[in-house]
């Protein structure tokens, strides 16, 4: 008998207000504008040229090269149609949507505060000065310039961009020689492939060398955790938090397979991370919408603010937060970018939810469950599985996966390593090596 699917939260807007014109910022990702045209708004899109190919009827449409080129965005603001609003839930694009809110004097996230959210340089610098607990971090602009950098912090140290996602271009670096081995394989000057083809107009895929303002250089936490929260607010005060935690430190899962899980708010690690989320949010910039933070627990059990940034949570945080609470995430978020204040509830529906992330190697495919196979296993609530006999494996690049995710409800936390490799030997991946692998293996 199918596994019984659990009740899914409204389509409706979780708050009837009056209509408005809402430019949207996007890059390929329809959530917000969808939403926002289910509540009956009016919808203008700016996305990257040359714009998409078949945009929502009634739509119009400008186009940008680059999201950082602010003196475009400055000229063409006079063509834009007047709007009551200004949203976006793109990482590339929260600095961008801030701006316009600046030349239109519109109320929402300021321009100031999008910066700290969006440059790891200044979010650390402005935590460190509300007293919470960071890596130290030193500003470089070349490799060179590491390992006098790493005199100050101590070997090891990671490097990574002013500006990313998923972990792009984010390295361990153990020792000088070690420096000089990722020197000599180009590490520094490679740009990461666009796997999913929407951040061409940002500099999230520059490699660290063609970063203009610099790269950071930051002290090697010894991780025993890694803790995400994601923080639903209207005028800085918080609506909901909803705490989570990866199955392990995110750089250990570059390349391989992955699990999130939203634990309940009375998990015992719960509280301190979830407090320690709403001081740094406060920190960056109180606003009116999604913040997604990340906290660090260390083997000696202290915990650090990681990063946080101005939008909900990637991958499936965002879709497990609104089974476990009960809300149309889209339709909250379209309510926050409007200035309504959603009543939110705090209650959980489980005692948590996992996404176990698929992985499998470079190939071709030969063989994989259904989705329709894996949804009939005890505790699946719903699988998307993109692996097709006689196709090639989807990219990857970093921790962001296309192969296909498994919404899990966890029978014991304690033991949800294993019911993971449970549920991914159901999956019965088999894939022939791509031929570049087949010969990095002899």
């Not at 999130?260 to 920190?283: F, G, I, S």
Request: glycine residues 8%; charged residues 15%.
């Amino acid at each position: 008998m199918p596994n019984a699917s659990p009740p899914k939260p409204s389509h409706r807007s979780p708050l009837k207000g009056p209509t408005l014109h809402v430019l949207v910022l996007a890059t390929g990702n329809p959530t917000m504008e969808t939403a926002l045209l289910t509540a009956g708004h009016t919808v203008t899109l700016l996305t990257p040229a040359p714009g998409p190919d078949h945009p929502p009827p009634g739509v119009q449409v400008h186009t940008i090269r680059h999201w950082d080129d602010l003196d475009a965005l400055t000229a063409l603001e006079p063509s834009l149609p007047p709007v009551g609003a200004v949203a976006t839930i793109d990482e590339q694009c929260i600095v961008a949507a801030a701006h316009l809110r600046h030349l239109r004097g519109l109320p929402g996230l300021g321009v100031d505060a999008a910066h700290r959210y969006t440059d790891k340089h200044l979010m650390k610098n402005a935590l460190l000065a509300a007293g919470l607990p960071v890596a130290g971090h030193q500003l470089v602009h070349h490799a060179n310039e590491i390992p006098a950098a790493a005199a100050v912090l101590g070997w090891p140290v990671i490097v990574k961009p002013r500006a990313g996602a998923a972990t792009w271009n984010t390295f361990v670096i153990r020792s000088e020689i070690h420096l000089g081995e990722l020197l000599n394989a180009g590490a520094f000057d490679s740009r990461v492939p666009d796997v999913t083809g929407r951040f061409h107009a940002g500099h999230a895929l520059d490699s660290l060398h063609g970063a203009q303002d610099g790269f950071l250089v930051e002290t090697f936490l010894d991780l025993a955790d890694e803790y995400f929260v994601d923080l639903y607010a209207h005028d800085g005060e918080i609506l909901l938090a909803a705490p989570g935690r990866y199955d392990q430190p995110l750089l250990r899962t570059v390349g391989s397979a992955s699990y999130d899980t939203v634990l309940p708010p009375d998990h015992p690690e719960a509280p301190a991370v979830t407090d320690l989320a709403r001081r740094a949010a406060a920190a960056l910039g109180a606003q009116t919408g999604a913040v997604h933070c990340e906290i660090l627990r260390t083997t000696d059990g202290r915990l650090h603010v990681g990063e946080a940034a101005a939008r909900p949570g990637g991958d499936c945080i965002t879709e497990l937060t609104g089974l476990m609470y009960g809300i149309n995430v889209p339709a909250t978020l379209a309510a926050l970018a409007t200035g309504q204040r959603p009543a939110l509830t705090a209650v959980p529906r489980y005692p948590a939810l996992t996404a176990v992330m698929i992985a499998a190697p470079p190939g071709t495919v030969t063989h994989a469950a259904t989705a329709q196979s894996i949804e009939q296993l005890p505790g699946v609530i719903a699988a998307t599985i993109n692996l097709r006999p006689g196709e090639p494996v989807p990219a990857t690049a970093g921790t962001v996966t296309g192969a296909g995710r498994i919404l899990y409800r966890p029978r014991d936390l304690t033991q949800l390593d294993r019911e993971v490799t449970d549920l991914r030997a159901a999956l019965d991946i088999q894939v022939t090596p791509a031929p570049a692998a087949v010969a990095s293996e002899r």
